[in-house]
């Protein structure tokens, strides 16, 4: 079974930035970051498929965020930029074994019950 342990995670002032990484134990599909805040449904934040070329993000980090991966690592990247207080949240990377990211014309995000394998969560926290 794919494993996956995210690091990277910590504490930074507003308009600071942090780099996420989650390494798989073995080759994966579609994979994403999402993120819950306490008291919130966990939110997907972006998805990249398999060989990075299509990427997806939530328009609450689009132009802030960007998603990336390591095929030969099997390393899946979130670089944050220009964090603010709202992006304060427990962090998961989640993966698809089988079938790629899902892509129509309304797609607004990945969702949770589309992935089948997560780690266990890093926590960032920005304050002002």
């Known amino acids: 079974q794919v494993q996956l342990q995210e690091s990277g995670g910590g504490s930074v002032q507003s308009v600071g930035s942090l780099k996420l990484s989650c390494a798989a134990s073995?080759?994966?599909?579609?994979m994403a970051w999402f993120r819950q805040a306490p008291g919130k449904e966990r939110e997907g934040v972006a998805d990249i498929s398999a060989v990075g070329t299509s990427t997806y993000y939530s328009a609450s980090v689009r132009g802030r965020f960007t998603i990336s991966r390591d095929k030969v690592k099997n390393t899946l990247y979130l670089q944050m930029n220009s964090l603010e207080p709202e992006d304060t949240a427990t962090y998961y990377c989640?993966?698809?074994?089988?079938?790629?990211?899902?892509?129509?014309?309304?797609?607004?995000?990945?969702?949770?019950?589309?992935?089948?394998?997560w780690g266990q969560g890093t926590q960032v926290t920005v304050s002002s």
């Open positions: 989640a993966a698809r074994i089988n079938s790629g990211c899902v892509r129509y014309s309304d797609y607004n995000g990945p969702r949770m019950n589309e992935f089948s394998v």
């Open positions: 073995a080759d994966t599909r579609c």
